[in-house]
């Protein structure tokens, strides 16, 4: 039995909604549980692999005034309070400000310790180089989940997001929009 394109057509815009419909939360509450279970973990010394060298980038980062362990239990509450804030959606701007810098502050150990993040320079970078640099998506993830802080969605339809580029471009031009409604008569 042969599917017809209108069907494929039907199951594709199916999933890219329920895609863009949950795609956002299922985001926020991923990043979320993980700043949550890790920064928990940099609680107890010893279980987290990166807290030696996350402890180093901070005491660096402090000019040395936050020397492990205290730089490890600052970086175990910044996280598990980012992880809390994700989760719980409550003061998410700011949540999202601390997790910038929190992750800002994570791609610092390529400019302070790169001979321990490379086994060739800058091409092949060891386990932990993979970690911190794999927190460049954790950015653009930020950035995504920022764009939705003032109600704004994922618009899977090409032609909708194209009519709302379009008032928002007209609107940094200085053109209001007014709104029309409808009496019912």
Same mark, same amino acid.
């Given at each position: 039995?042969?599917?017809s394109? #209108?069907k494929?057509?039907r ?5 890219t909604?329920?895609? /863009?419909e ?5 985001l ?8 949550l279970?890790?920064? *928990? ?8 692999? /990166?807290e030696?060298? =996350? %402890?180093?980038?901070v ?5 040395? @005034? *936050?020397?492990?362990?205290d730089?490890? *239990?600052?970086? %175990?509450?910044?996280?598990t /309070?980012i992880?809390?804030g ?8 700011? @949540?999202?400000?601390l ?17 321990? *993040? ?5 091409w %092949?970078? @060891?386990?932990e180089?993979? +970690?911190?640099?794999k ?5 653009? =993830?930020a950035?995504v989940?920022? %764009?939705?802080? #003032?109600?704004?969605?994922v ?5 909708i997001a ?6 928002i471009?007209?609107?940094k ?5 007014? #709104?029309t +409604?409808?009496? =019912?008569?």
């Open positions: 039995m042969k599917t394109p #209108r494929w057509r199951i594709d815009l199916r999933v909604n329920w895609m /863009a949950h795609g956002p939360l299922l926020r509450w991923s990043m979320g549980g993980i700043f279970w890790f920064g *928990l973990l940099k609680f107890f010394p010893g279980l987290s692999p /990166a030696n060298l =996350a %402890a180093r980038t005491e660096k980062l402090s000019f040395g @005034t *936050l020397v492990p362990p730089s490890l *239990l600052f970086i %175990a509450l910044l996280e /309070a992880g809390i994700l989760l719980s959606k409550v003061f998410l701007r700011g @949540t999202l400000f997790l910038l810098l929190q992750l800002i502050g994570t791609l610092s150990p390529l400019l302070f310790f790169p001979e321990e *993040l490379f086994i060739v320079f800058p %092949a970078p @060891t386990l180089g993979q +970690y911190i640099i927190n460049l998506i954790l950015i653009s =993830a950035l989940i920022g %764009a939705t802080v #003032r109600g704004g969605t618009i899977p339809d090409p032609k194209d009519l709302g580029r379009k008032r471009e007209m609107e031009r200085g053109v209001v929009l007014r #709104r +409604y409808r009496r =019912a008569h």
